[in-house]
């Protein structure tokens, strides 16, 4: 009895550890618990992604991802993971870049690929968050629409943008005036 109440013990310590090392390295790389990277690390990995698209002349884009309407924090924890695991690659990069925001760093993906994978992300995201979630998607391609880190985070909020004023949107039944 008392072996197995050691091993229960030490067992308990060992997984206390590893969750200690885990925050540790969090902090140390931006990399999440759950599997994918804090905004400050995300965007280092963009500027690579940049360099490497340029060096290679190859491809990639970056899905942003806004969710409305939830109630629950735990809930875009969730929503990243059943992206990351039902809908990415393997070489896919995951985000969260704040509370409503999630990104994905698409490699060797073009903007029509990137529109594809875009629309499945979202399909997955109202599936399990239900009808409240509503989800906006800004999608920008590297080299042909931005070529850094920074005009790609600027087109891709601005590609959000007119996604949240279009005509889509309005949820009566009347169209927008029109100037």
Avoid: W
Avoid at 145 to 164: M, P, Y
């Amino acid at each position: 009895m008392t072996i197995l109440k050691d091993l229960r013990n030490k067992t308990k310590l060992l997984e206390e550890e590893n969750l200690g090392l885990r925050r540790k390295l969090t902090r140390i790389e931006g990399y999440s618990i759950l599997g994918f990277y804090q905004r400050r690390f995300f965007e280092e990995l963009l500027t690579k992604e940049v360099s490497r698209a340029k060096r290679h002349h190859r491809p990639f884009s970056l899905v942003m991802v806004r969710l409305k309407g939830f109630k629950e924090k735990q809930l875009i924890n969730r929503l990243a993971l059943l992206v990351q695991k039902t809908v990415l690659r393997e070489i896919d990069i995951s985000g969260r870049l704040s509370s409503r925001y999630l990104g994905f760093i698409l490699p060797e993906t073009t903007k029509i690929r990137a529109l594809l994978v875009s629309q499945k992300i979202k399909e997955k995201i109202e599936k399990l968050g239900g009808k409240d979630i509503k989800v906006d998607l800004g999608v920008v391609s590297c080299p042909y629409e931005a070529t850094s880190k920074d005009e790609l985070i600027q087109r891709v909020k601005e590609d959000l943008s007119k996604k949240t004023r279009s005509p889509q949107r309005h949820t009566n039944n009347k169209r927008p005036r029109m100037a």
